[in-house]
């Protein structure tokens, strides 16, 4: 009487040979996604300034940090540049969408906002020129905005906003607030569009914290409560140097919850 083997070997082997070619292929996955990782990450860090300008008396730092999700890129920005006067240019933004496509998008802001500032000193003129160069480009994105002029000898402050999220400021003489001012549409939206200036003199010591809304909201908190938050941090640390300010805002935007990305702008002054 013949007896036929048990196919259990063979199908051991099967097993075998079927987990090594899929361990093979989900490290040649993994590794992939590294690389596009790692690739993303460079893009996102040129498109950024590696140092920001300061004057005496006057301190910026700057912080950045990727989604939590996607290609570990985004559309946030900011930038801090001397103007041919002699003043300070500021500028902070959000580009919708979380990819490359995004992160190229908003290196042409950044630039165009750069070029067009040294020519137009208003901060509405700024913002306006470069709504209509972004609408030239013929791109479906759009972005919100802050862009601030800072001239070092008088303190006076000029911004212009375009959509963007509010600013934080507080001084060490216990004064805080929200700068909600008057803005315009988001830029890429729609053409000849205005954007009012608001101006300010910084006369006392403390610090104007410039964001975006992955700092401030997310799915466990309202981008009101979140400004607050912000505020009252920013005020028990107005003595606190630029450097030291921009890392405990960062840190606090862990708490929203949130899968944007982020980005803090500090100016301290003195």
Request: hydrophobic fraction near 45%.
């Amino acid at each position: 009487m013949n007896r036929r083997r048990t196919p259990r070997s063979a199908s051991a082997e099967d097993l075998l040979s079927t987990l090594q070619h899929l361990t093979a292929r989900a490290r040649q996955e993994v590794e992939l996604h590294q690389a596009r990782l790692e690739l993303a990450q460079a893009l996102q860090r040129k498109m950024l300034p590696a140092t920001l300008p300061a004057f005496p008396g006057l301190q910026t730092a700057a912080r950045y940090a990727p989604a939590r999700d996607g290609l570990d890129i985004g559309g946030d920005w900011y930038d801090g540049f001397v103007l041919p006067d002699g003043s300070l240019g500021l500028a902070i933004g959000d580009v919708q969408g979380h990819d490359v496509e995004a992160a190229a998008f908003m290196g042409q802001i950044r630039i165009a906002m750069r070029a067009i500032a040294g020519s137009a000193t208003d901060p509405g003129q700024v913002m306006s020129r470069t709504n209509d160069v972004i609408l030239s480009m013929d791109s479906a994105l759009f972005a919100t905005c802050s862009f601030l002029r800072l001239d070092p000898r008088t303190r006076e402050l000029r911004s212009a906003r375009a959509g963007h999220v509010a600013s934080v400021w507080a001084t060490v003489d216990g004064r805080s607030g929200v700068s909600d001012d008057a803005g315009g549409l988001p830029l890429g939206i729609d053409f000849g569009q205005d954007y009012p200036v608001t101006r300010r003199t910084l006369d006392m010591k403390g610090a104007l914290v410039l964001l975006t809304d992955g700092v401030v909201e997310g799915p466990s908190l309202s981008i009101d409560d979140g400004l607050d938050r912000v505020r009252r941090l920013v005020s028990a640390h107005t003595r606190a140097d630029a450097e030291e300010l921009a890392d405990l805002v960062l840190r606090a935007a862990a708490l929203t919850g949130h899968e944007d990305d982020a980005a803090v702008l500090v100016l301290r002054h003195d």
